[in-house]
């Protein structure tokens, strides 16, 4: 099993940026590929992005790309989602998780950072 924690998220106004971190505990994190979701009131959590387990390969949504970045650092142990040019609609709790990729499904799943982008 593994513990993921998220941190990074707050509000910043649409056009700027933030940088999300997750960190994980547990079990081989090198292990996992991991992904960022993310969920808003009244809606299904959608997948942002994911990462292959060396960090060689990426996954975006289509809403995200070009705009977000995932990235890992294995010896730290630390899954990040760069934000930049942020839209009000990418206002949402964030998550990160352990990923299947095949199923862009997740595992193990943090408990979530908020992420609010004012117009």
């Known amino acids: 099993q593994v513990q993921l924690v998220e941190s990074g998220g707050g509000l910043v106004q649409a056009g700027g940026s933030l940088r999300l971190s997750c960190a994980a505990s547990?079990?081989?994190?090198?292990?996992?590929?991991m992904g960022w979701f993310r969920q808003t009131p009244g809606k299904e959590r959608e997948f942002v992005g994911a990462?292959?387990?060396?960090?060689?390969?990426?996954y975006y949504a289509d809403s995200v790309k070009g705009r977000f970045t995932i990235s890992r650092d294995n010896a730290k142990n630390t899954v990040y989602l760069q934000m930049n040019s942020l839209k009000p609609e990418d206002t949402a709790v964030y998550y990160c998780?352990?990923?299947?990729?095949?199923?862009?499904?997740?595992?193990?799943w943090g408990q979530g950072t908020q992420v609010t982008v004012s117009s």
């Open positions: 998780a352990t990923v299947i990729l095949a199923s862009m499904t997740g595992t193990y």
């Open positions: 990462i292959s387990r060396a960090g060689i390969t990426t």
């Open positions: 547990g079990r081989a994190f090198s292990s996992y590929a």
